[in-house]
């Protein structure tokens, strides 16, 4: 029997482009009155993008919509993932996108008894509950448990990871599930357990490896929040989840951590990871960053306790955000430097290489020089030797409004489009921002603008030149996908499916959802569908009359 294979064949960007240039307006998610925030976006392999964000009138629900790759809605209304209850404040979440077109979202709820507990979503493109109404409780009995996290494997499996927070005041641990495709829990109901003997740990951050398995940064805490005395460590483990190294790998144990402070890496796919962060480790009320690396054999290659990314005095250093390694093997990072008065910030680079030398002065290279419209940095992608960076500038004579903006550094540091891009300036407090990786040289920034009495979500795309809405840079062709024997593809130019070893007499036969027939013909090399309206196809591949594919789309 063919397996269904489902494929999203978006719009024509050059004709139907969705995405606004306009940074003062920029594409509307969801504009239901009420609050609508901490948005999240996930890149498909197709190239569309789930977006998810907490938000609703009564309650707080949790939302989900599905966008093509050029800012095409496909449903009509936000999805309703779950309406459970939910309390009048929210944790983080994660929304990460599987192998096969899914969406995942894993947060926490009050639906319990008003304790927060996590549970696991899977919704497919058309909206399906793929793992139930009420998705997979993962809940732990007499804890709370806050900002789950989620990768997927190669083999399509999930793991779920997230710490407790005991009622008791026990040790916190760290639960992780493997959740199948179908939901099936590898581990059982309890999941498998990590935890130490005089520390709690918690907050883990996972990565998927190459060969099935995750790793996960955390902290090991000790003491009493806020005087809370933090450690950043990180275990790999196999796709079952046992550990590969003898022992977890110590990323910092200098100290001087806030207590609000997440963990921040970026991944080298083969079990490794590159770690920044910000601490105070002589206690003189100044932190300093600083970036470690951990091989995939668990061995910090840097510096104990991490490289400081500059030796200037006087300034405090915030905000370190990692951008990657580029086509020499050097890593990028990029962080803030604020007066002592804390008034003023400028924008910093600096490169690593492989060894753990930096590359840049010993201070650092100003990408952005110091002034009173402090900025701060959120998010960095690395495109071959090209770093894309993603800050928040505030505008003149105000500490609220915002507008977000990406600069393009090359290998040097220096600004690829000459002048930072406005992603957007509207007069608005804004917040809560995410982005995604680049795809056919398009990324997707997503955030909360605040309206005052209500809030909404929003998002806008840029490409590789800087352009917003569309550019010359996107490809003619769409993707390509091969299903079983015979490869389909989408030419957004000419909305068209393609098709590669067709034989003479071959039908192309399309369905709506209602099982209606709305298109048969020769199959050809190409089938123009740009007469279809906009909507979800089933599509069947004939020859002699018998079946040799089935697929399914999204117009």
């Known amino acids: 029997m063919k397996k269904l294979f489902v494929l999203l064949f978006l719009l024509s960007q050059m004709a139907q482009a969705q995405w606004v240039d306009d940074p003062a307006v920029n594409t509307l ?5 009420g609050s609508h925030y901490v948005p999240k976006i996930a890149l498909n392999q197709d190239g569309s993008y789930y977006i998810s964000w907490w938000g609703g009138t009564s309650n707080i629900n949790m939302n989900l919509a599905l966008f093509s790759h050029d800012g095409f809605r496909f449903w009509d209304q936000a999805l309703v993932v779950s309406s459970h209850p939910q309390n009048t404040w929210v944790d983080d979440y994660n929304l990460v996108a599987d192998h096969e077109g899914n969406a995942v979202l894993v947060f926490s709820d009050v639906r319990n008894g008003g304790v927060k507990n996590t549970v696991a979503y899977k919704i497919d493109a058309e909206g399906n509950q793929l793992w139930g ?21 190669e083999d399509n499996d999930v793991f779920v990871l997230f710490s407790t927070n005991y009622d008791n005041g026990d040790l916190n641990k ?43 940064g955390f902290y090991k805490e000790t003491g009493t929040f806020p005087a809370t005395v933090r450690k950043i460590a990180m275990i790999r483990c196999d796709s ?33 990871a590159y770690f920044v962060w910000n601490d105070d480790r002589y206690f003189d ?68 290489s492989s060894d753990g030398q930096r590359l840049e002065s010993a201070n650092g290279k100003t990408i952005l020089p110091l002034t009173d419209r402090m900025q701060n940095g959120l998010h960095a992608e690395q495109v071959g030797d090209t770093t894309f960076f993603l800050y928040r500038y505030f505008l003149p004579s105000s500490t609220f409004y915002t507008s977000f903006n990406m600069i393009a550094l090359d290998a040097s540091g220096d600004n690829v489009w000459g002048e930072p891009v406005e992603m957007t300036n509207s007069q608005i407090e804004r917040n809560h921002s995410d982005m995604c990786a680049f795809y056919e040289n398009q990324a997707v920034v997503v955030w909360t603008d605040d309206t005052g009495n209500s809030s909404r ?14 550019s010359p840079v996107g490809l003619d062709e769409h993707f390509s996908k091969k299903a079983d024997q015979h490869f389909i593809s989408y030419r957004q ?54 079946q040799l594919e089935s697929f399914k789309f999204l117009k």
């Open 29 to 33: 998610v969801n504009a239901n009155f």
């Open 133 to 153: 109404e009420d998705g997979i409780s993962l809940a732990v009995a007499g804890s709370s448990e806050f900002n789950p996290t989620a990768v997927v494997n």
């Open 174 to 216: 760290i639960y992780v599930h493997k959740i199948e495709a179908d939901g099936t829990l590898s581990w059982g109901a309890n999941g498998k357990i990590f935890s130490g003997f005089s520390s709690s740990w918690v907050l883990p951050y996972p990565m998927a490896n190459s060969d099935g398995g995750f790793s996960f």
């Open 240 to 272: 079952e989840g046992n550990e590969l190294w003898d022992t977890e790998a110590n990323v910092t144990n200098a100290g001087g951590i806030s207590a609000w402070d997440d963990i921040v890496l970026k991944a080298d796919g083969q079990g490794g």
């Open 285 to 352: 009320n100044v932190a300093e960053s600083y970036a470690q690396y951990i091989n995939p054999d668990g061995v910090a290659q840097w510096t104990e306790n991490g490289v400081v990314l500059s030796d200037e005095p006087g300034y405090f250093q915030f905000y370190a955000v990692p951008g990657g390694v580029n086509s020499s093997g050097e890593f990028t990072v990029l962080w803030n430097k604020v007066n002592s008065n804390q008034n003023m910030a400028s924008l910093m680079y600096q490169r690593i």
């Open 457 to 470: 979500t929003m998002g806008q795309n840029i490409f590789i030149d800087g352009a917003l809405g569309s």
């Open 493 to 546: 130019i000419e909305e068209s499916l393609q098709f590669q070893d067709i034989q003479q007499g071959d039908e192309i036969v399309l369905y709506n959802l209602q099982a209606q027939e709305v298109l048969r013909q020769a199959a050809g090399e190409k089938v123009v569908i740009s007469a279809l309206k906009h909507a979800c196809y089933i599509g069947r591949l004939l020859r002699n009359g018998k």
